[in-house]
């Protein structure tokens, strides 16, 4: 066992870490590394011996919550069994087999098939040449661009990055790549004009879209992805009608329709998927996150049959289907979907997202809605949020450098609350796992309470 402050120093000299200030991580000027040791339940503990409750469920995935010993022996079982073997050339596992039909029957839209990757990232990657290809199958080579909306998040690599609709994760890194657009966020709080329903707002955003889609030339539009529930751009759920009014355009420029339910997928929004709660019809699904709780990294691309017909009726002329990963598929990674998706059926997780979500909203709500400097309390099922403004009645942001979001999350953390904030304006995020209990929530709303509350009581007037 090393000490701390051993380790501190390693990381310090040898990690490069994400999403976090290099220098000062180096210098030791940022905050001092936290070696995460152990979970159980909603909570994690710490090599110092604090104790937090995770009201983020790691990065929204932990949704069974830690210590699961269940998927743990899952894992192990499979890594004796065995531990590695490639899916290319209709290699298969049991597990493999047992997952792919698991998530082709309870899929939203008409799946037919599923790609295994990673992470979201390499999913939407794989979304974005499965448009491509579909496209240049049918003879239709400008049929390519693919739209996703601003304050939209896809993940970080090249195309998933590009889609990803916030421009500092772009900055310097020489995205978006062409072919990329970002249609209007769906963020009816910043997005509507004085007196605008919401019903108003959204078919102002779906006549948005088809002015853009014929603008660019509707042979050149491919697909559209977007999130069910705007997340890391601030936990967003959609305006009223919003998917109503989105879809009939889309289908009539025949533009293929992908939703990353990275986020939602599993439960989160109270409804198995995402898709489901709004009446969404993909034609093709990503997923990550709950697919394994994070007890493992596996994403899965699910293929609808419009998509996946057309594939494989070119086989014939043009051959194998040239797409794939050293560890697509990965046995150990698919043992713990298996094992993960037992637990959520069996405690009926999305149900349980249902009504403890409904109670968390109603306490988010009662606590935080008429509070000052709250502009907005928003959420669905076990995701929320709440937005920081200076002024309510104008909407007038706090300065950025004051960094109000940041002192909150760290006043939160200070008092054993992990509750994120968000990264484009003043936003706490909450996205608890799904096993949270009512008692549970009224922990993680008291301590939000008191950490909003020491944050604007200590404020400079
Ligand atoms: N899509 C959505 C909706 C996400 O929230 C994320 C990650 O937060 C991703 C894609 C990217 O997933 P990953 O970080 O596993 O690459």
């Given at each position: ?10 990381d310090r000299?040898t ?11 180096r210098?030791?000027?940022g905050p ?9 339940g909603?909570r994690?503990?710490d ?15 932990v949704?069974i919550?830690?210590?699961r010993s ?12 065995l ?5 290319y ?11 792919s039909?698991?998530?082709?029957d ?7 098939k599923?790609f295994?990757?990673l ?8 979304q ?7 496209n240049?199958?049918l003879?239709r080579p ?5 739209i996703?909306r601003?304050r939209g998040?896809?993940g970080?690599s ?8 916030m ?5 310097y890194?020489?995205?978006p ?7 209007g ?12 329903s919401?019903?108003?707002?959204s ?10 889609i ?10 559209f ?7 890391t751009g601030?936990?967003?759920?959609p ?10 355009v889309l ?5 293929l329709?992908?939703a ?20 969404i019809?993909?034609?093709l ?9 994070g ?7 699910i293929v609808g049959?419009?998509?996946y017909?057309v594939i ?10 040239s ?5 697509s ?18 405690e ?9 979500g ?12 008429q509070?000052?400097?709250?502009g ?5 099922g076990?995701?929320g ?19 109000i979001g940041?002192?909150?999350s ?18 706490l ?16 709303l ?7 509350r ?6 400079p007037?």
């Amino acid at each position: 066992m090393h000490a701390y402050d051993d380790l501190a120093a390693m990381d310090r000299a040898t990690v490069l870490h994400p999403f976090t200030n290099l220098k000062d991580h180096r210098s030791g000027s940022g905050p001092a590394p936290t070696f995460v040791t152990g979970g159980q339940g909603i909570r994690i503990k710490d090599a110092q011996g604090n104790s937090y409750i995770d009201a983020f469920a790691g990065l929204y995935c932990v949704n069974i919550g830690y210590g699961r010993s269940e998927v743990a022996e899952a894992i192990a079982e499979q890594a004796r069994q065995l531990a590695y073997y490639h899916s290319y050339a209709a290699h298969s596992t049991e597990a493999l087999a047992v997952l792919s039909k698991r998530l082709v029957d309870m899929a939203p839209g008409r799946a037919s098939k599923v790609f295994y990757g990673l992470s979201g990232s390499d999913g939407n990657e794989t979304q974005a040449k499965l448009v491509w290809y579909y496209n240049n199958l049918l003879g239709r080579p400008r049929k390519k661009k693919i739209i996703s909306r601003e304050r939209g998040y896809h993940g970080c690599s090249v195309i998933s990055g590009s889609m990803t609709g916030m421009s500092f994760y772009h900055d310097y890194m020489d995205l978006p790549f062409p072919g990329i657009l970002h249609a209007g966020m769906p963020h009816y709080y910043w997005g509507a004009a004085p007196g605008e329903s919401e019903e108003d707002f959204s078919s102002r955003l779906a006549r948005e879209l088809e002015e853009m889609i014929l603008r660019e030339d509707p042979d050149t539009i491919g697909g559209f992805i977007a999130e069910p529930v705007l997340g890391t751009g601030g936990i967003v759920p959609p305006p009223a009608g919003y998917w109503d009014k989105i879809q009939p355009v889309l289908k009539r420029y025949d533009i293929l329709l992908i939703a990353d339910e990275v986020i939602c997928g599993f439960g989160r929004t109270g409804a198995a998927f995402g898709c489901d709660l709004y009446g969404i019809e993909p034609d093709l699904v990503t997923v990550a996150k709950g697919l394994t709780s994070g007890y493992a990294p596996l994403s899965a691309v699910i293929v609808g049959e419009k998509v996946y017909q057309v594939i494989e009726e070119a086989a014939d002329r043009v051959g194998a289907f040239s797409h794939g990963y050293t560890y697509s598929g990965h046995p150990i990674s698919v043992a713990a979907a298996n094992a993960v998706l037992d637990i959520v059926e069996r405690e009926d997780l999305a149900g349980n997202a249902r009504a403890v979500g409904a109670y968390f909203q109603q306490g988010l709500q009662q606590r935080f809605a008429q509070m000052e400097f709250v502009g907005q309390v928003r959420g669905v099922g076990m995701m929320g949020a709440l937005e920081f403004v200076a002024d309510r009645a104008t909407k007038k942001r706090f300065d950025s450098a004051a960094s109000i979001g940041g002192k909150v999350s760290a006043a939160a953390r200070r008092r054993g609350l992990i509750a994120r904030a968000m990264p484009h304006g003043d936003i706490l995020g909450f996205s608890p796992p799904l096993v949270t209990t009512r008692a549970e929530i009224d922990e993680i709303l008291d301590i939000a309470y008191e950490a909003v509350r020491e944050v604007f009581d200590t404020m400079p007037a």
